[in-house]
């Protein structure tokens, strides 16, 4: 089988740095008959030490052997990497990270310049995310630009919406030439199930309803749009906040936000939730709101569905779907009053139809879970750039 490098700068156990370190798991452990996989990554979970991991040598974990590294892995230990997996393709995971990507691509461009290198974003070139740190933003896409590294690479994004971002950012401005740039696109893995089917809900109204947020606590995710809609809803409904708190600044900001409207009574602060737990956690909820500024993918969305929790999400992502499948609502995740009129939609259902938006859910996550097309795809994918570059 052919030998793949994987370069990230997270790798399970971690899974507080979100969807990224979900897709990259999903992908080794669903693939592992196809190919063999070697990751270099950090052994920090974040900032936190990663537990029950060697480090520093080749450990088995989620279909892969994995070199856990120090925090800022240098161009002598991906040289290492390199060498022993004797890698057929080497796969970067993020595009702005100086350690994991674009210090390993320019190593890989001196010391190994006939093995192919495949980058995936992962929605870093979404308006949304680049819009944060613009300025820092723009000048490394222009170095980047200016180096001609954006050409030597094969870009794997995860839906055509991506493909659509990374050739806005990434081809010349002529666009004569964007056929320059080689943008490939097969969609994100999954490596969660379905829940099994739980007793239907009571009639509403006597309860309220209990929302549940659940991603990085970052500027990105757009939390404090759906903090503003709780103020614009009956008392009764209730929110919690889940997931790590990447963005100390911004967490600050949102519970400002909460005690300025007078909503400590009505939403909890949960924190992280492991990995293997999110979607018994989520099946708690009644609804599910992530009201982000974009997503290349969105675990979490998928694993409210497969929880059985009716979802709303920010329009910047790949979620439309969940209207025609009865399981949820898009937004525009800067509209906050129309974030909390759709809140109140859900609110406004009776017991049976929230019972059939669940169902819907279900059904839904079990299509996108199951569907082979995704993992042939992905084989192709990788199977391509390796055969391209060896003929």
């Known amino acids: 089988m052919a030998n793949i490098l994987i370069v990230a700068s997270a790798f399970p156990p971690a899974y507080l740095a979100g969807g990224p370190t979900r897709s990259l798991g999903a992908l080794t452990y669903r693939l592992s008959a196809h190919f063999d996989f070697w990751v270099l990554a950090s052994a920090f979970d974040v900032t936190v030490p990663l537990s029950g991991i060697e480090r520093r040598s080749w450990f088995e974990q989620s279909g892969a052997r994995v070199w856990y590294t120090s925090r800022h892995p240098g161009p002598l230990e991906f040289r290492r990497a390199l060498k022993d997996s004797r890698a057929d393709l080497i796969y970067l995971n993020s595009f702005f ?6 210090i390993p691509l320019l190593t890989a461009r001196v010391i190994s310049r006939r093995t192919p290198i495949l980058m995936a974003p992962r929605g870093e070139m979404s308006p949304g995310a680049r819009a944060l740190k613009r300025r820092r933003k723009s000048a490394y896409i222009a170095i980047f630009k200016f180096l001609r590294l954006h050409r030597v690479v094969t870009w794997h994004a995860s839906n055509e919406g991506e493909r659509v971002e990374i050739e806005a950012v990434m081809s010349p401005r002529r666009r004569a030439a964007a056929p320059s740039l080689d943008v490939r696109v097969a969609r994100n893995l999954a490596s969660v199930e379905p829940a099994p089917d739980r007793s239907e809900t009571s009639e509403p109204g006597a309860d309220g309803c209990d929302i549940v947020f659940l991603s990085r606590v970052a500027r990105m995710k757009n939390l404090h749009a759906l903090i503003e809609a709780l103020a614009h809803l009956p008392p009764d409904t209730r929110l919690t906040i889940a997931g790590p708190l990447d963005d100390p600044t911004y967490g600050e900001e949102c519970v400002r936000l909460v005690d300025a409207l007078n909503l400590s009574d009505r939403v909890t602060w949960h924190g992280a939730v492991p990995a293997d ?30 929880a059985g929790v009716p979802v709303i999400v920010g329009r910047d992502t790949p979620w439309a779907p969940v209207e025609q499948a009865g399981a949820g609502w898009v937004c525009d995740p800067t509209d906050v009053a129309g974030l909390a009129e759709r809140i109140g939609r859900f609110r406004s259902l009776d017991a049976d139809e929230r019972n059939a938006m669940r169902r819907a859910a279900k059904r839904m996550a079990g299509e996108l879970v199951n569907d082979p097309s995704a993992i042939a795809d992905n084989v192709g994918l990788l199977s391509d750039c390796i055969a391209e570059a060896s003929s």
Do not use: K, Q
């Open 97 to 102: 990270d100086p350690f994991y990507t674009l």
């Open 277 to 306: 737990d999110v979607v018994d956690f989520l099946s708690r909820y009644e609804l599910f709101a992530l009201p982000t500024l974009g997503e290349n993918f969105g675990h979490v969305i998928l694993e409210a569905l497969c």
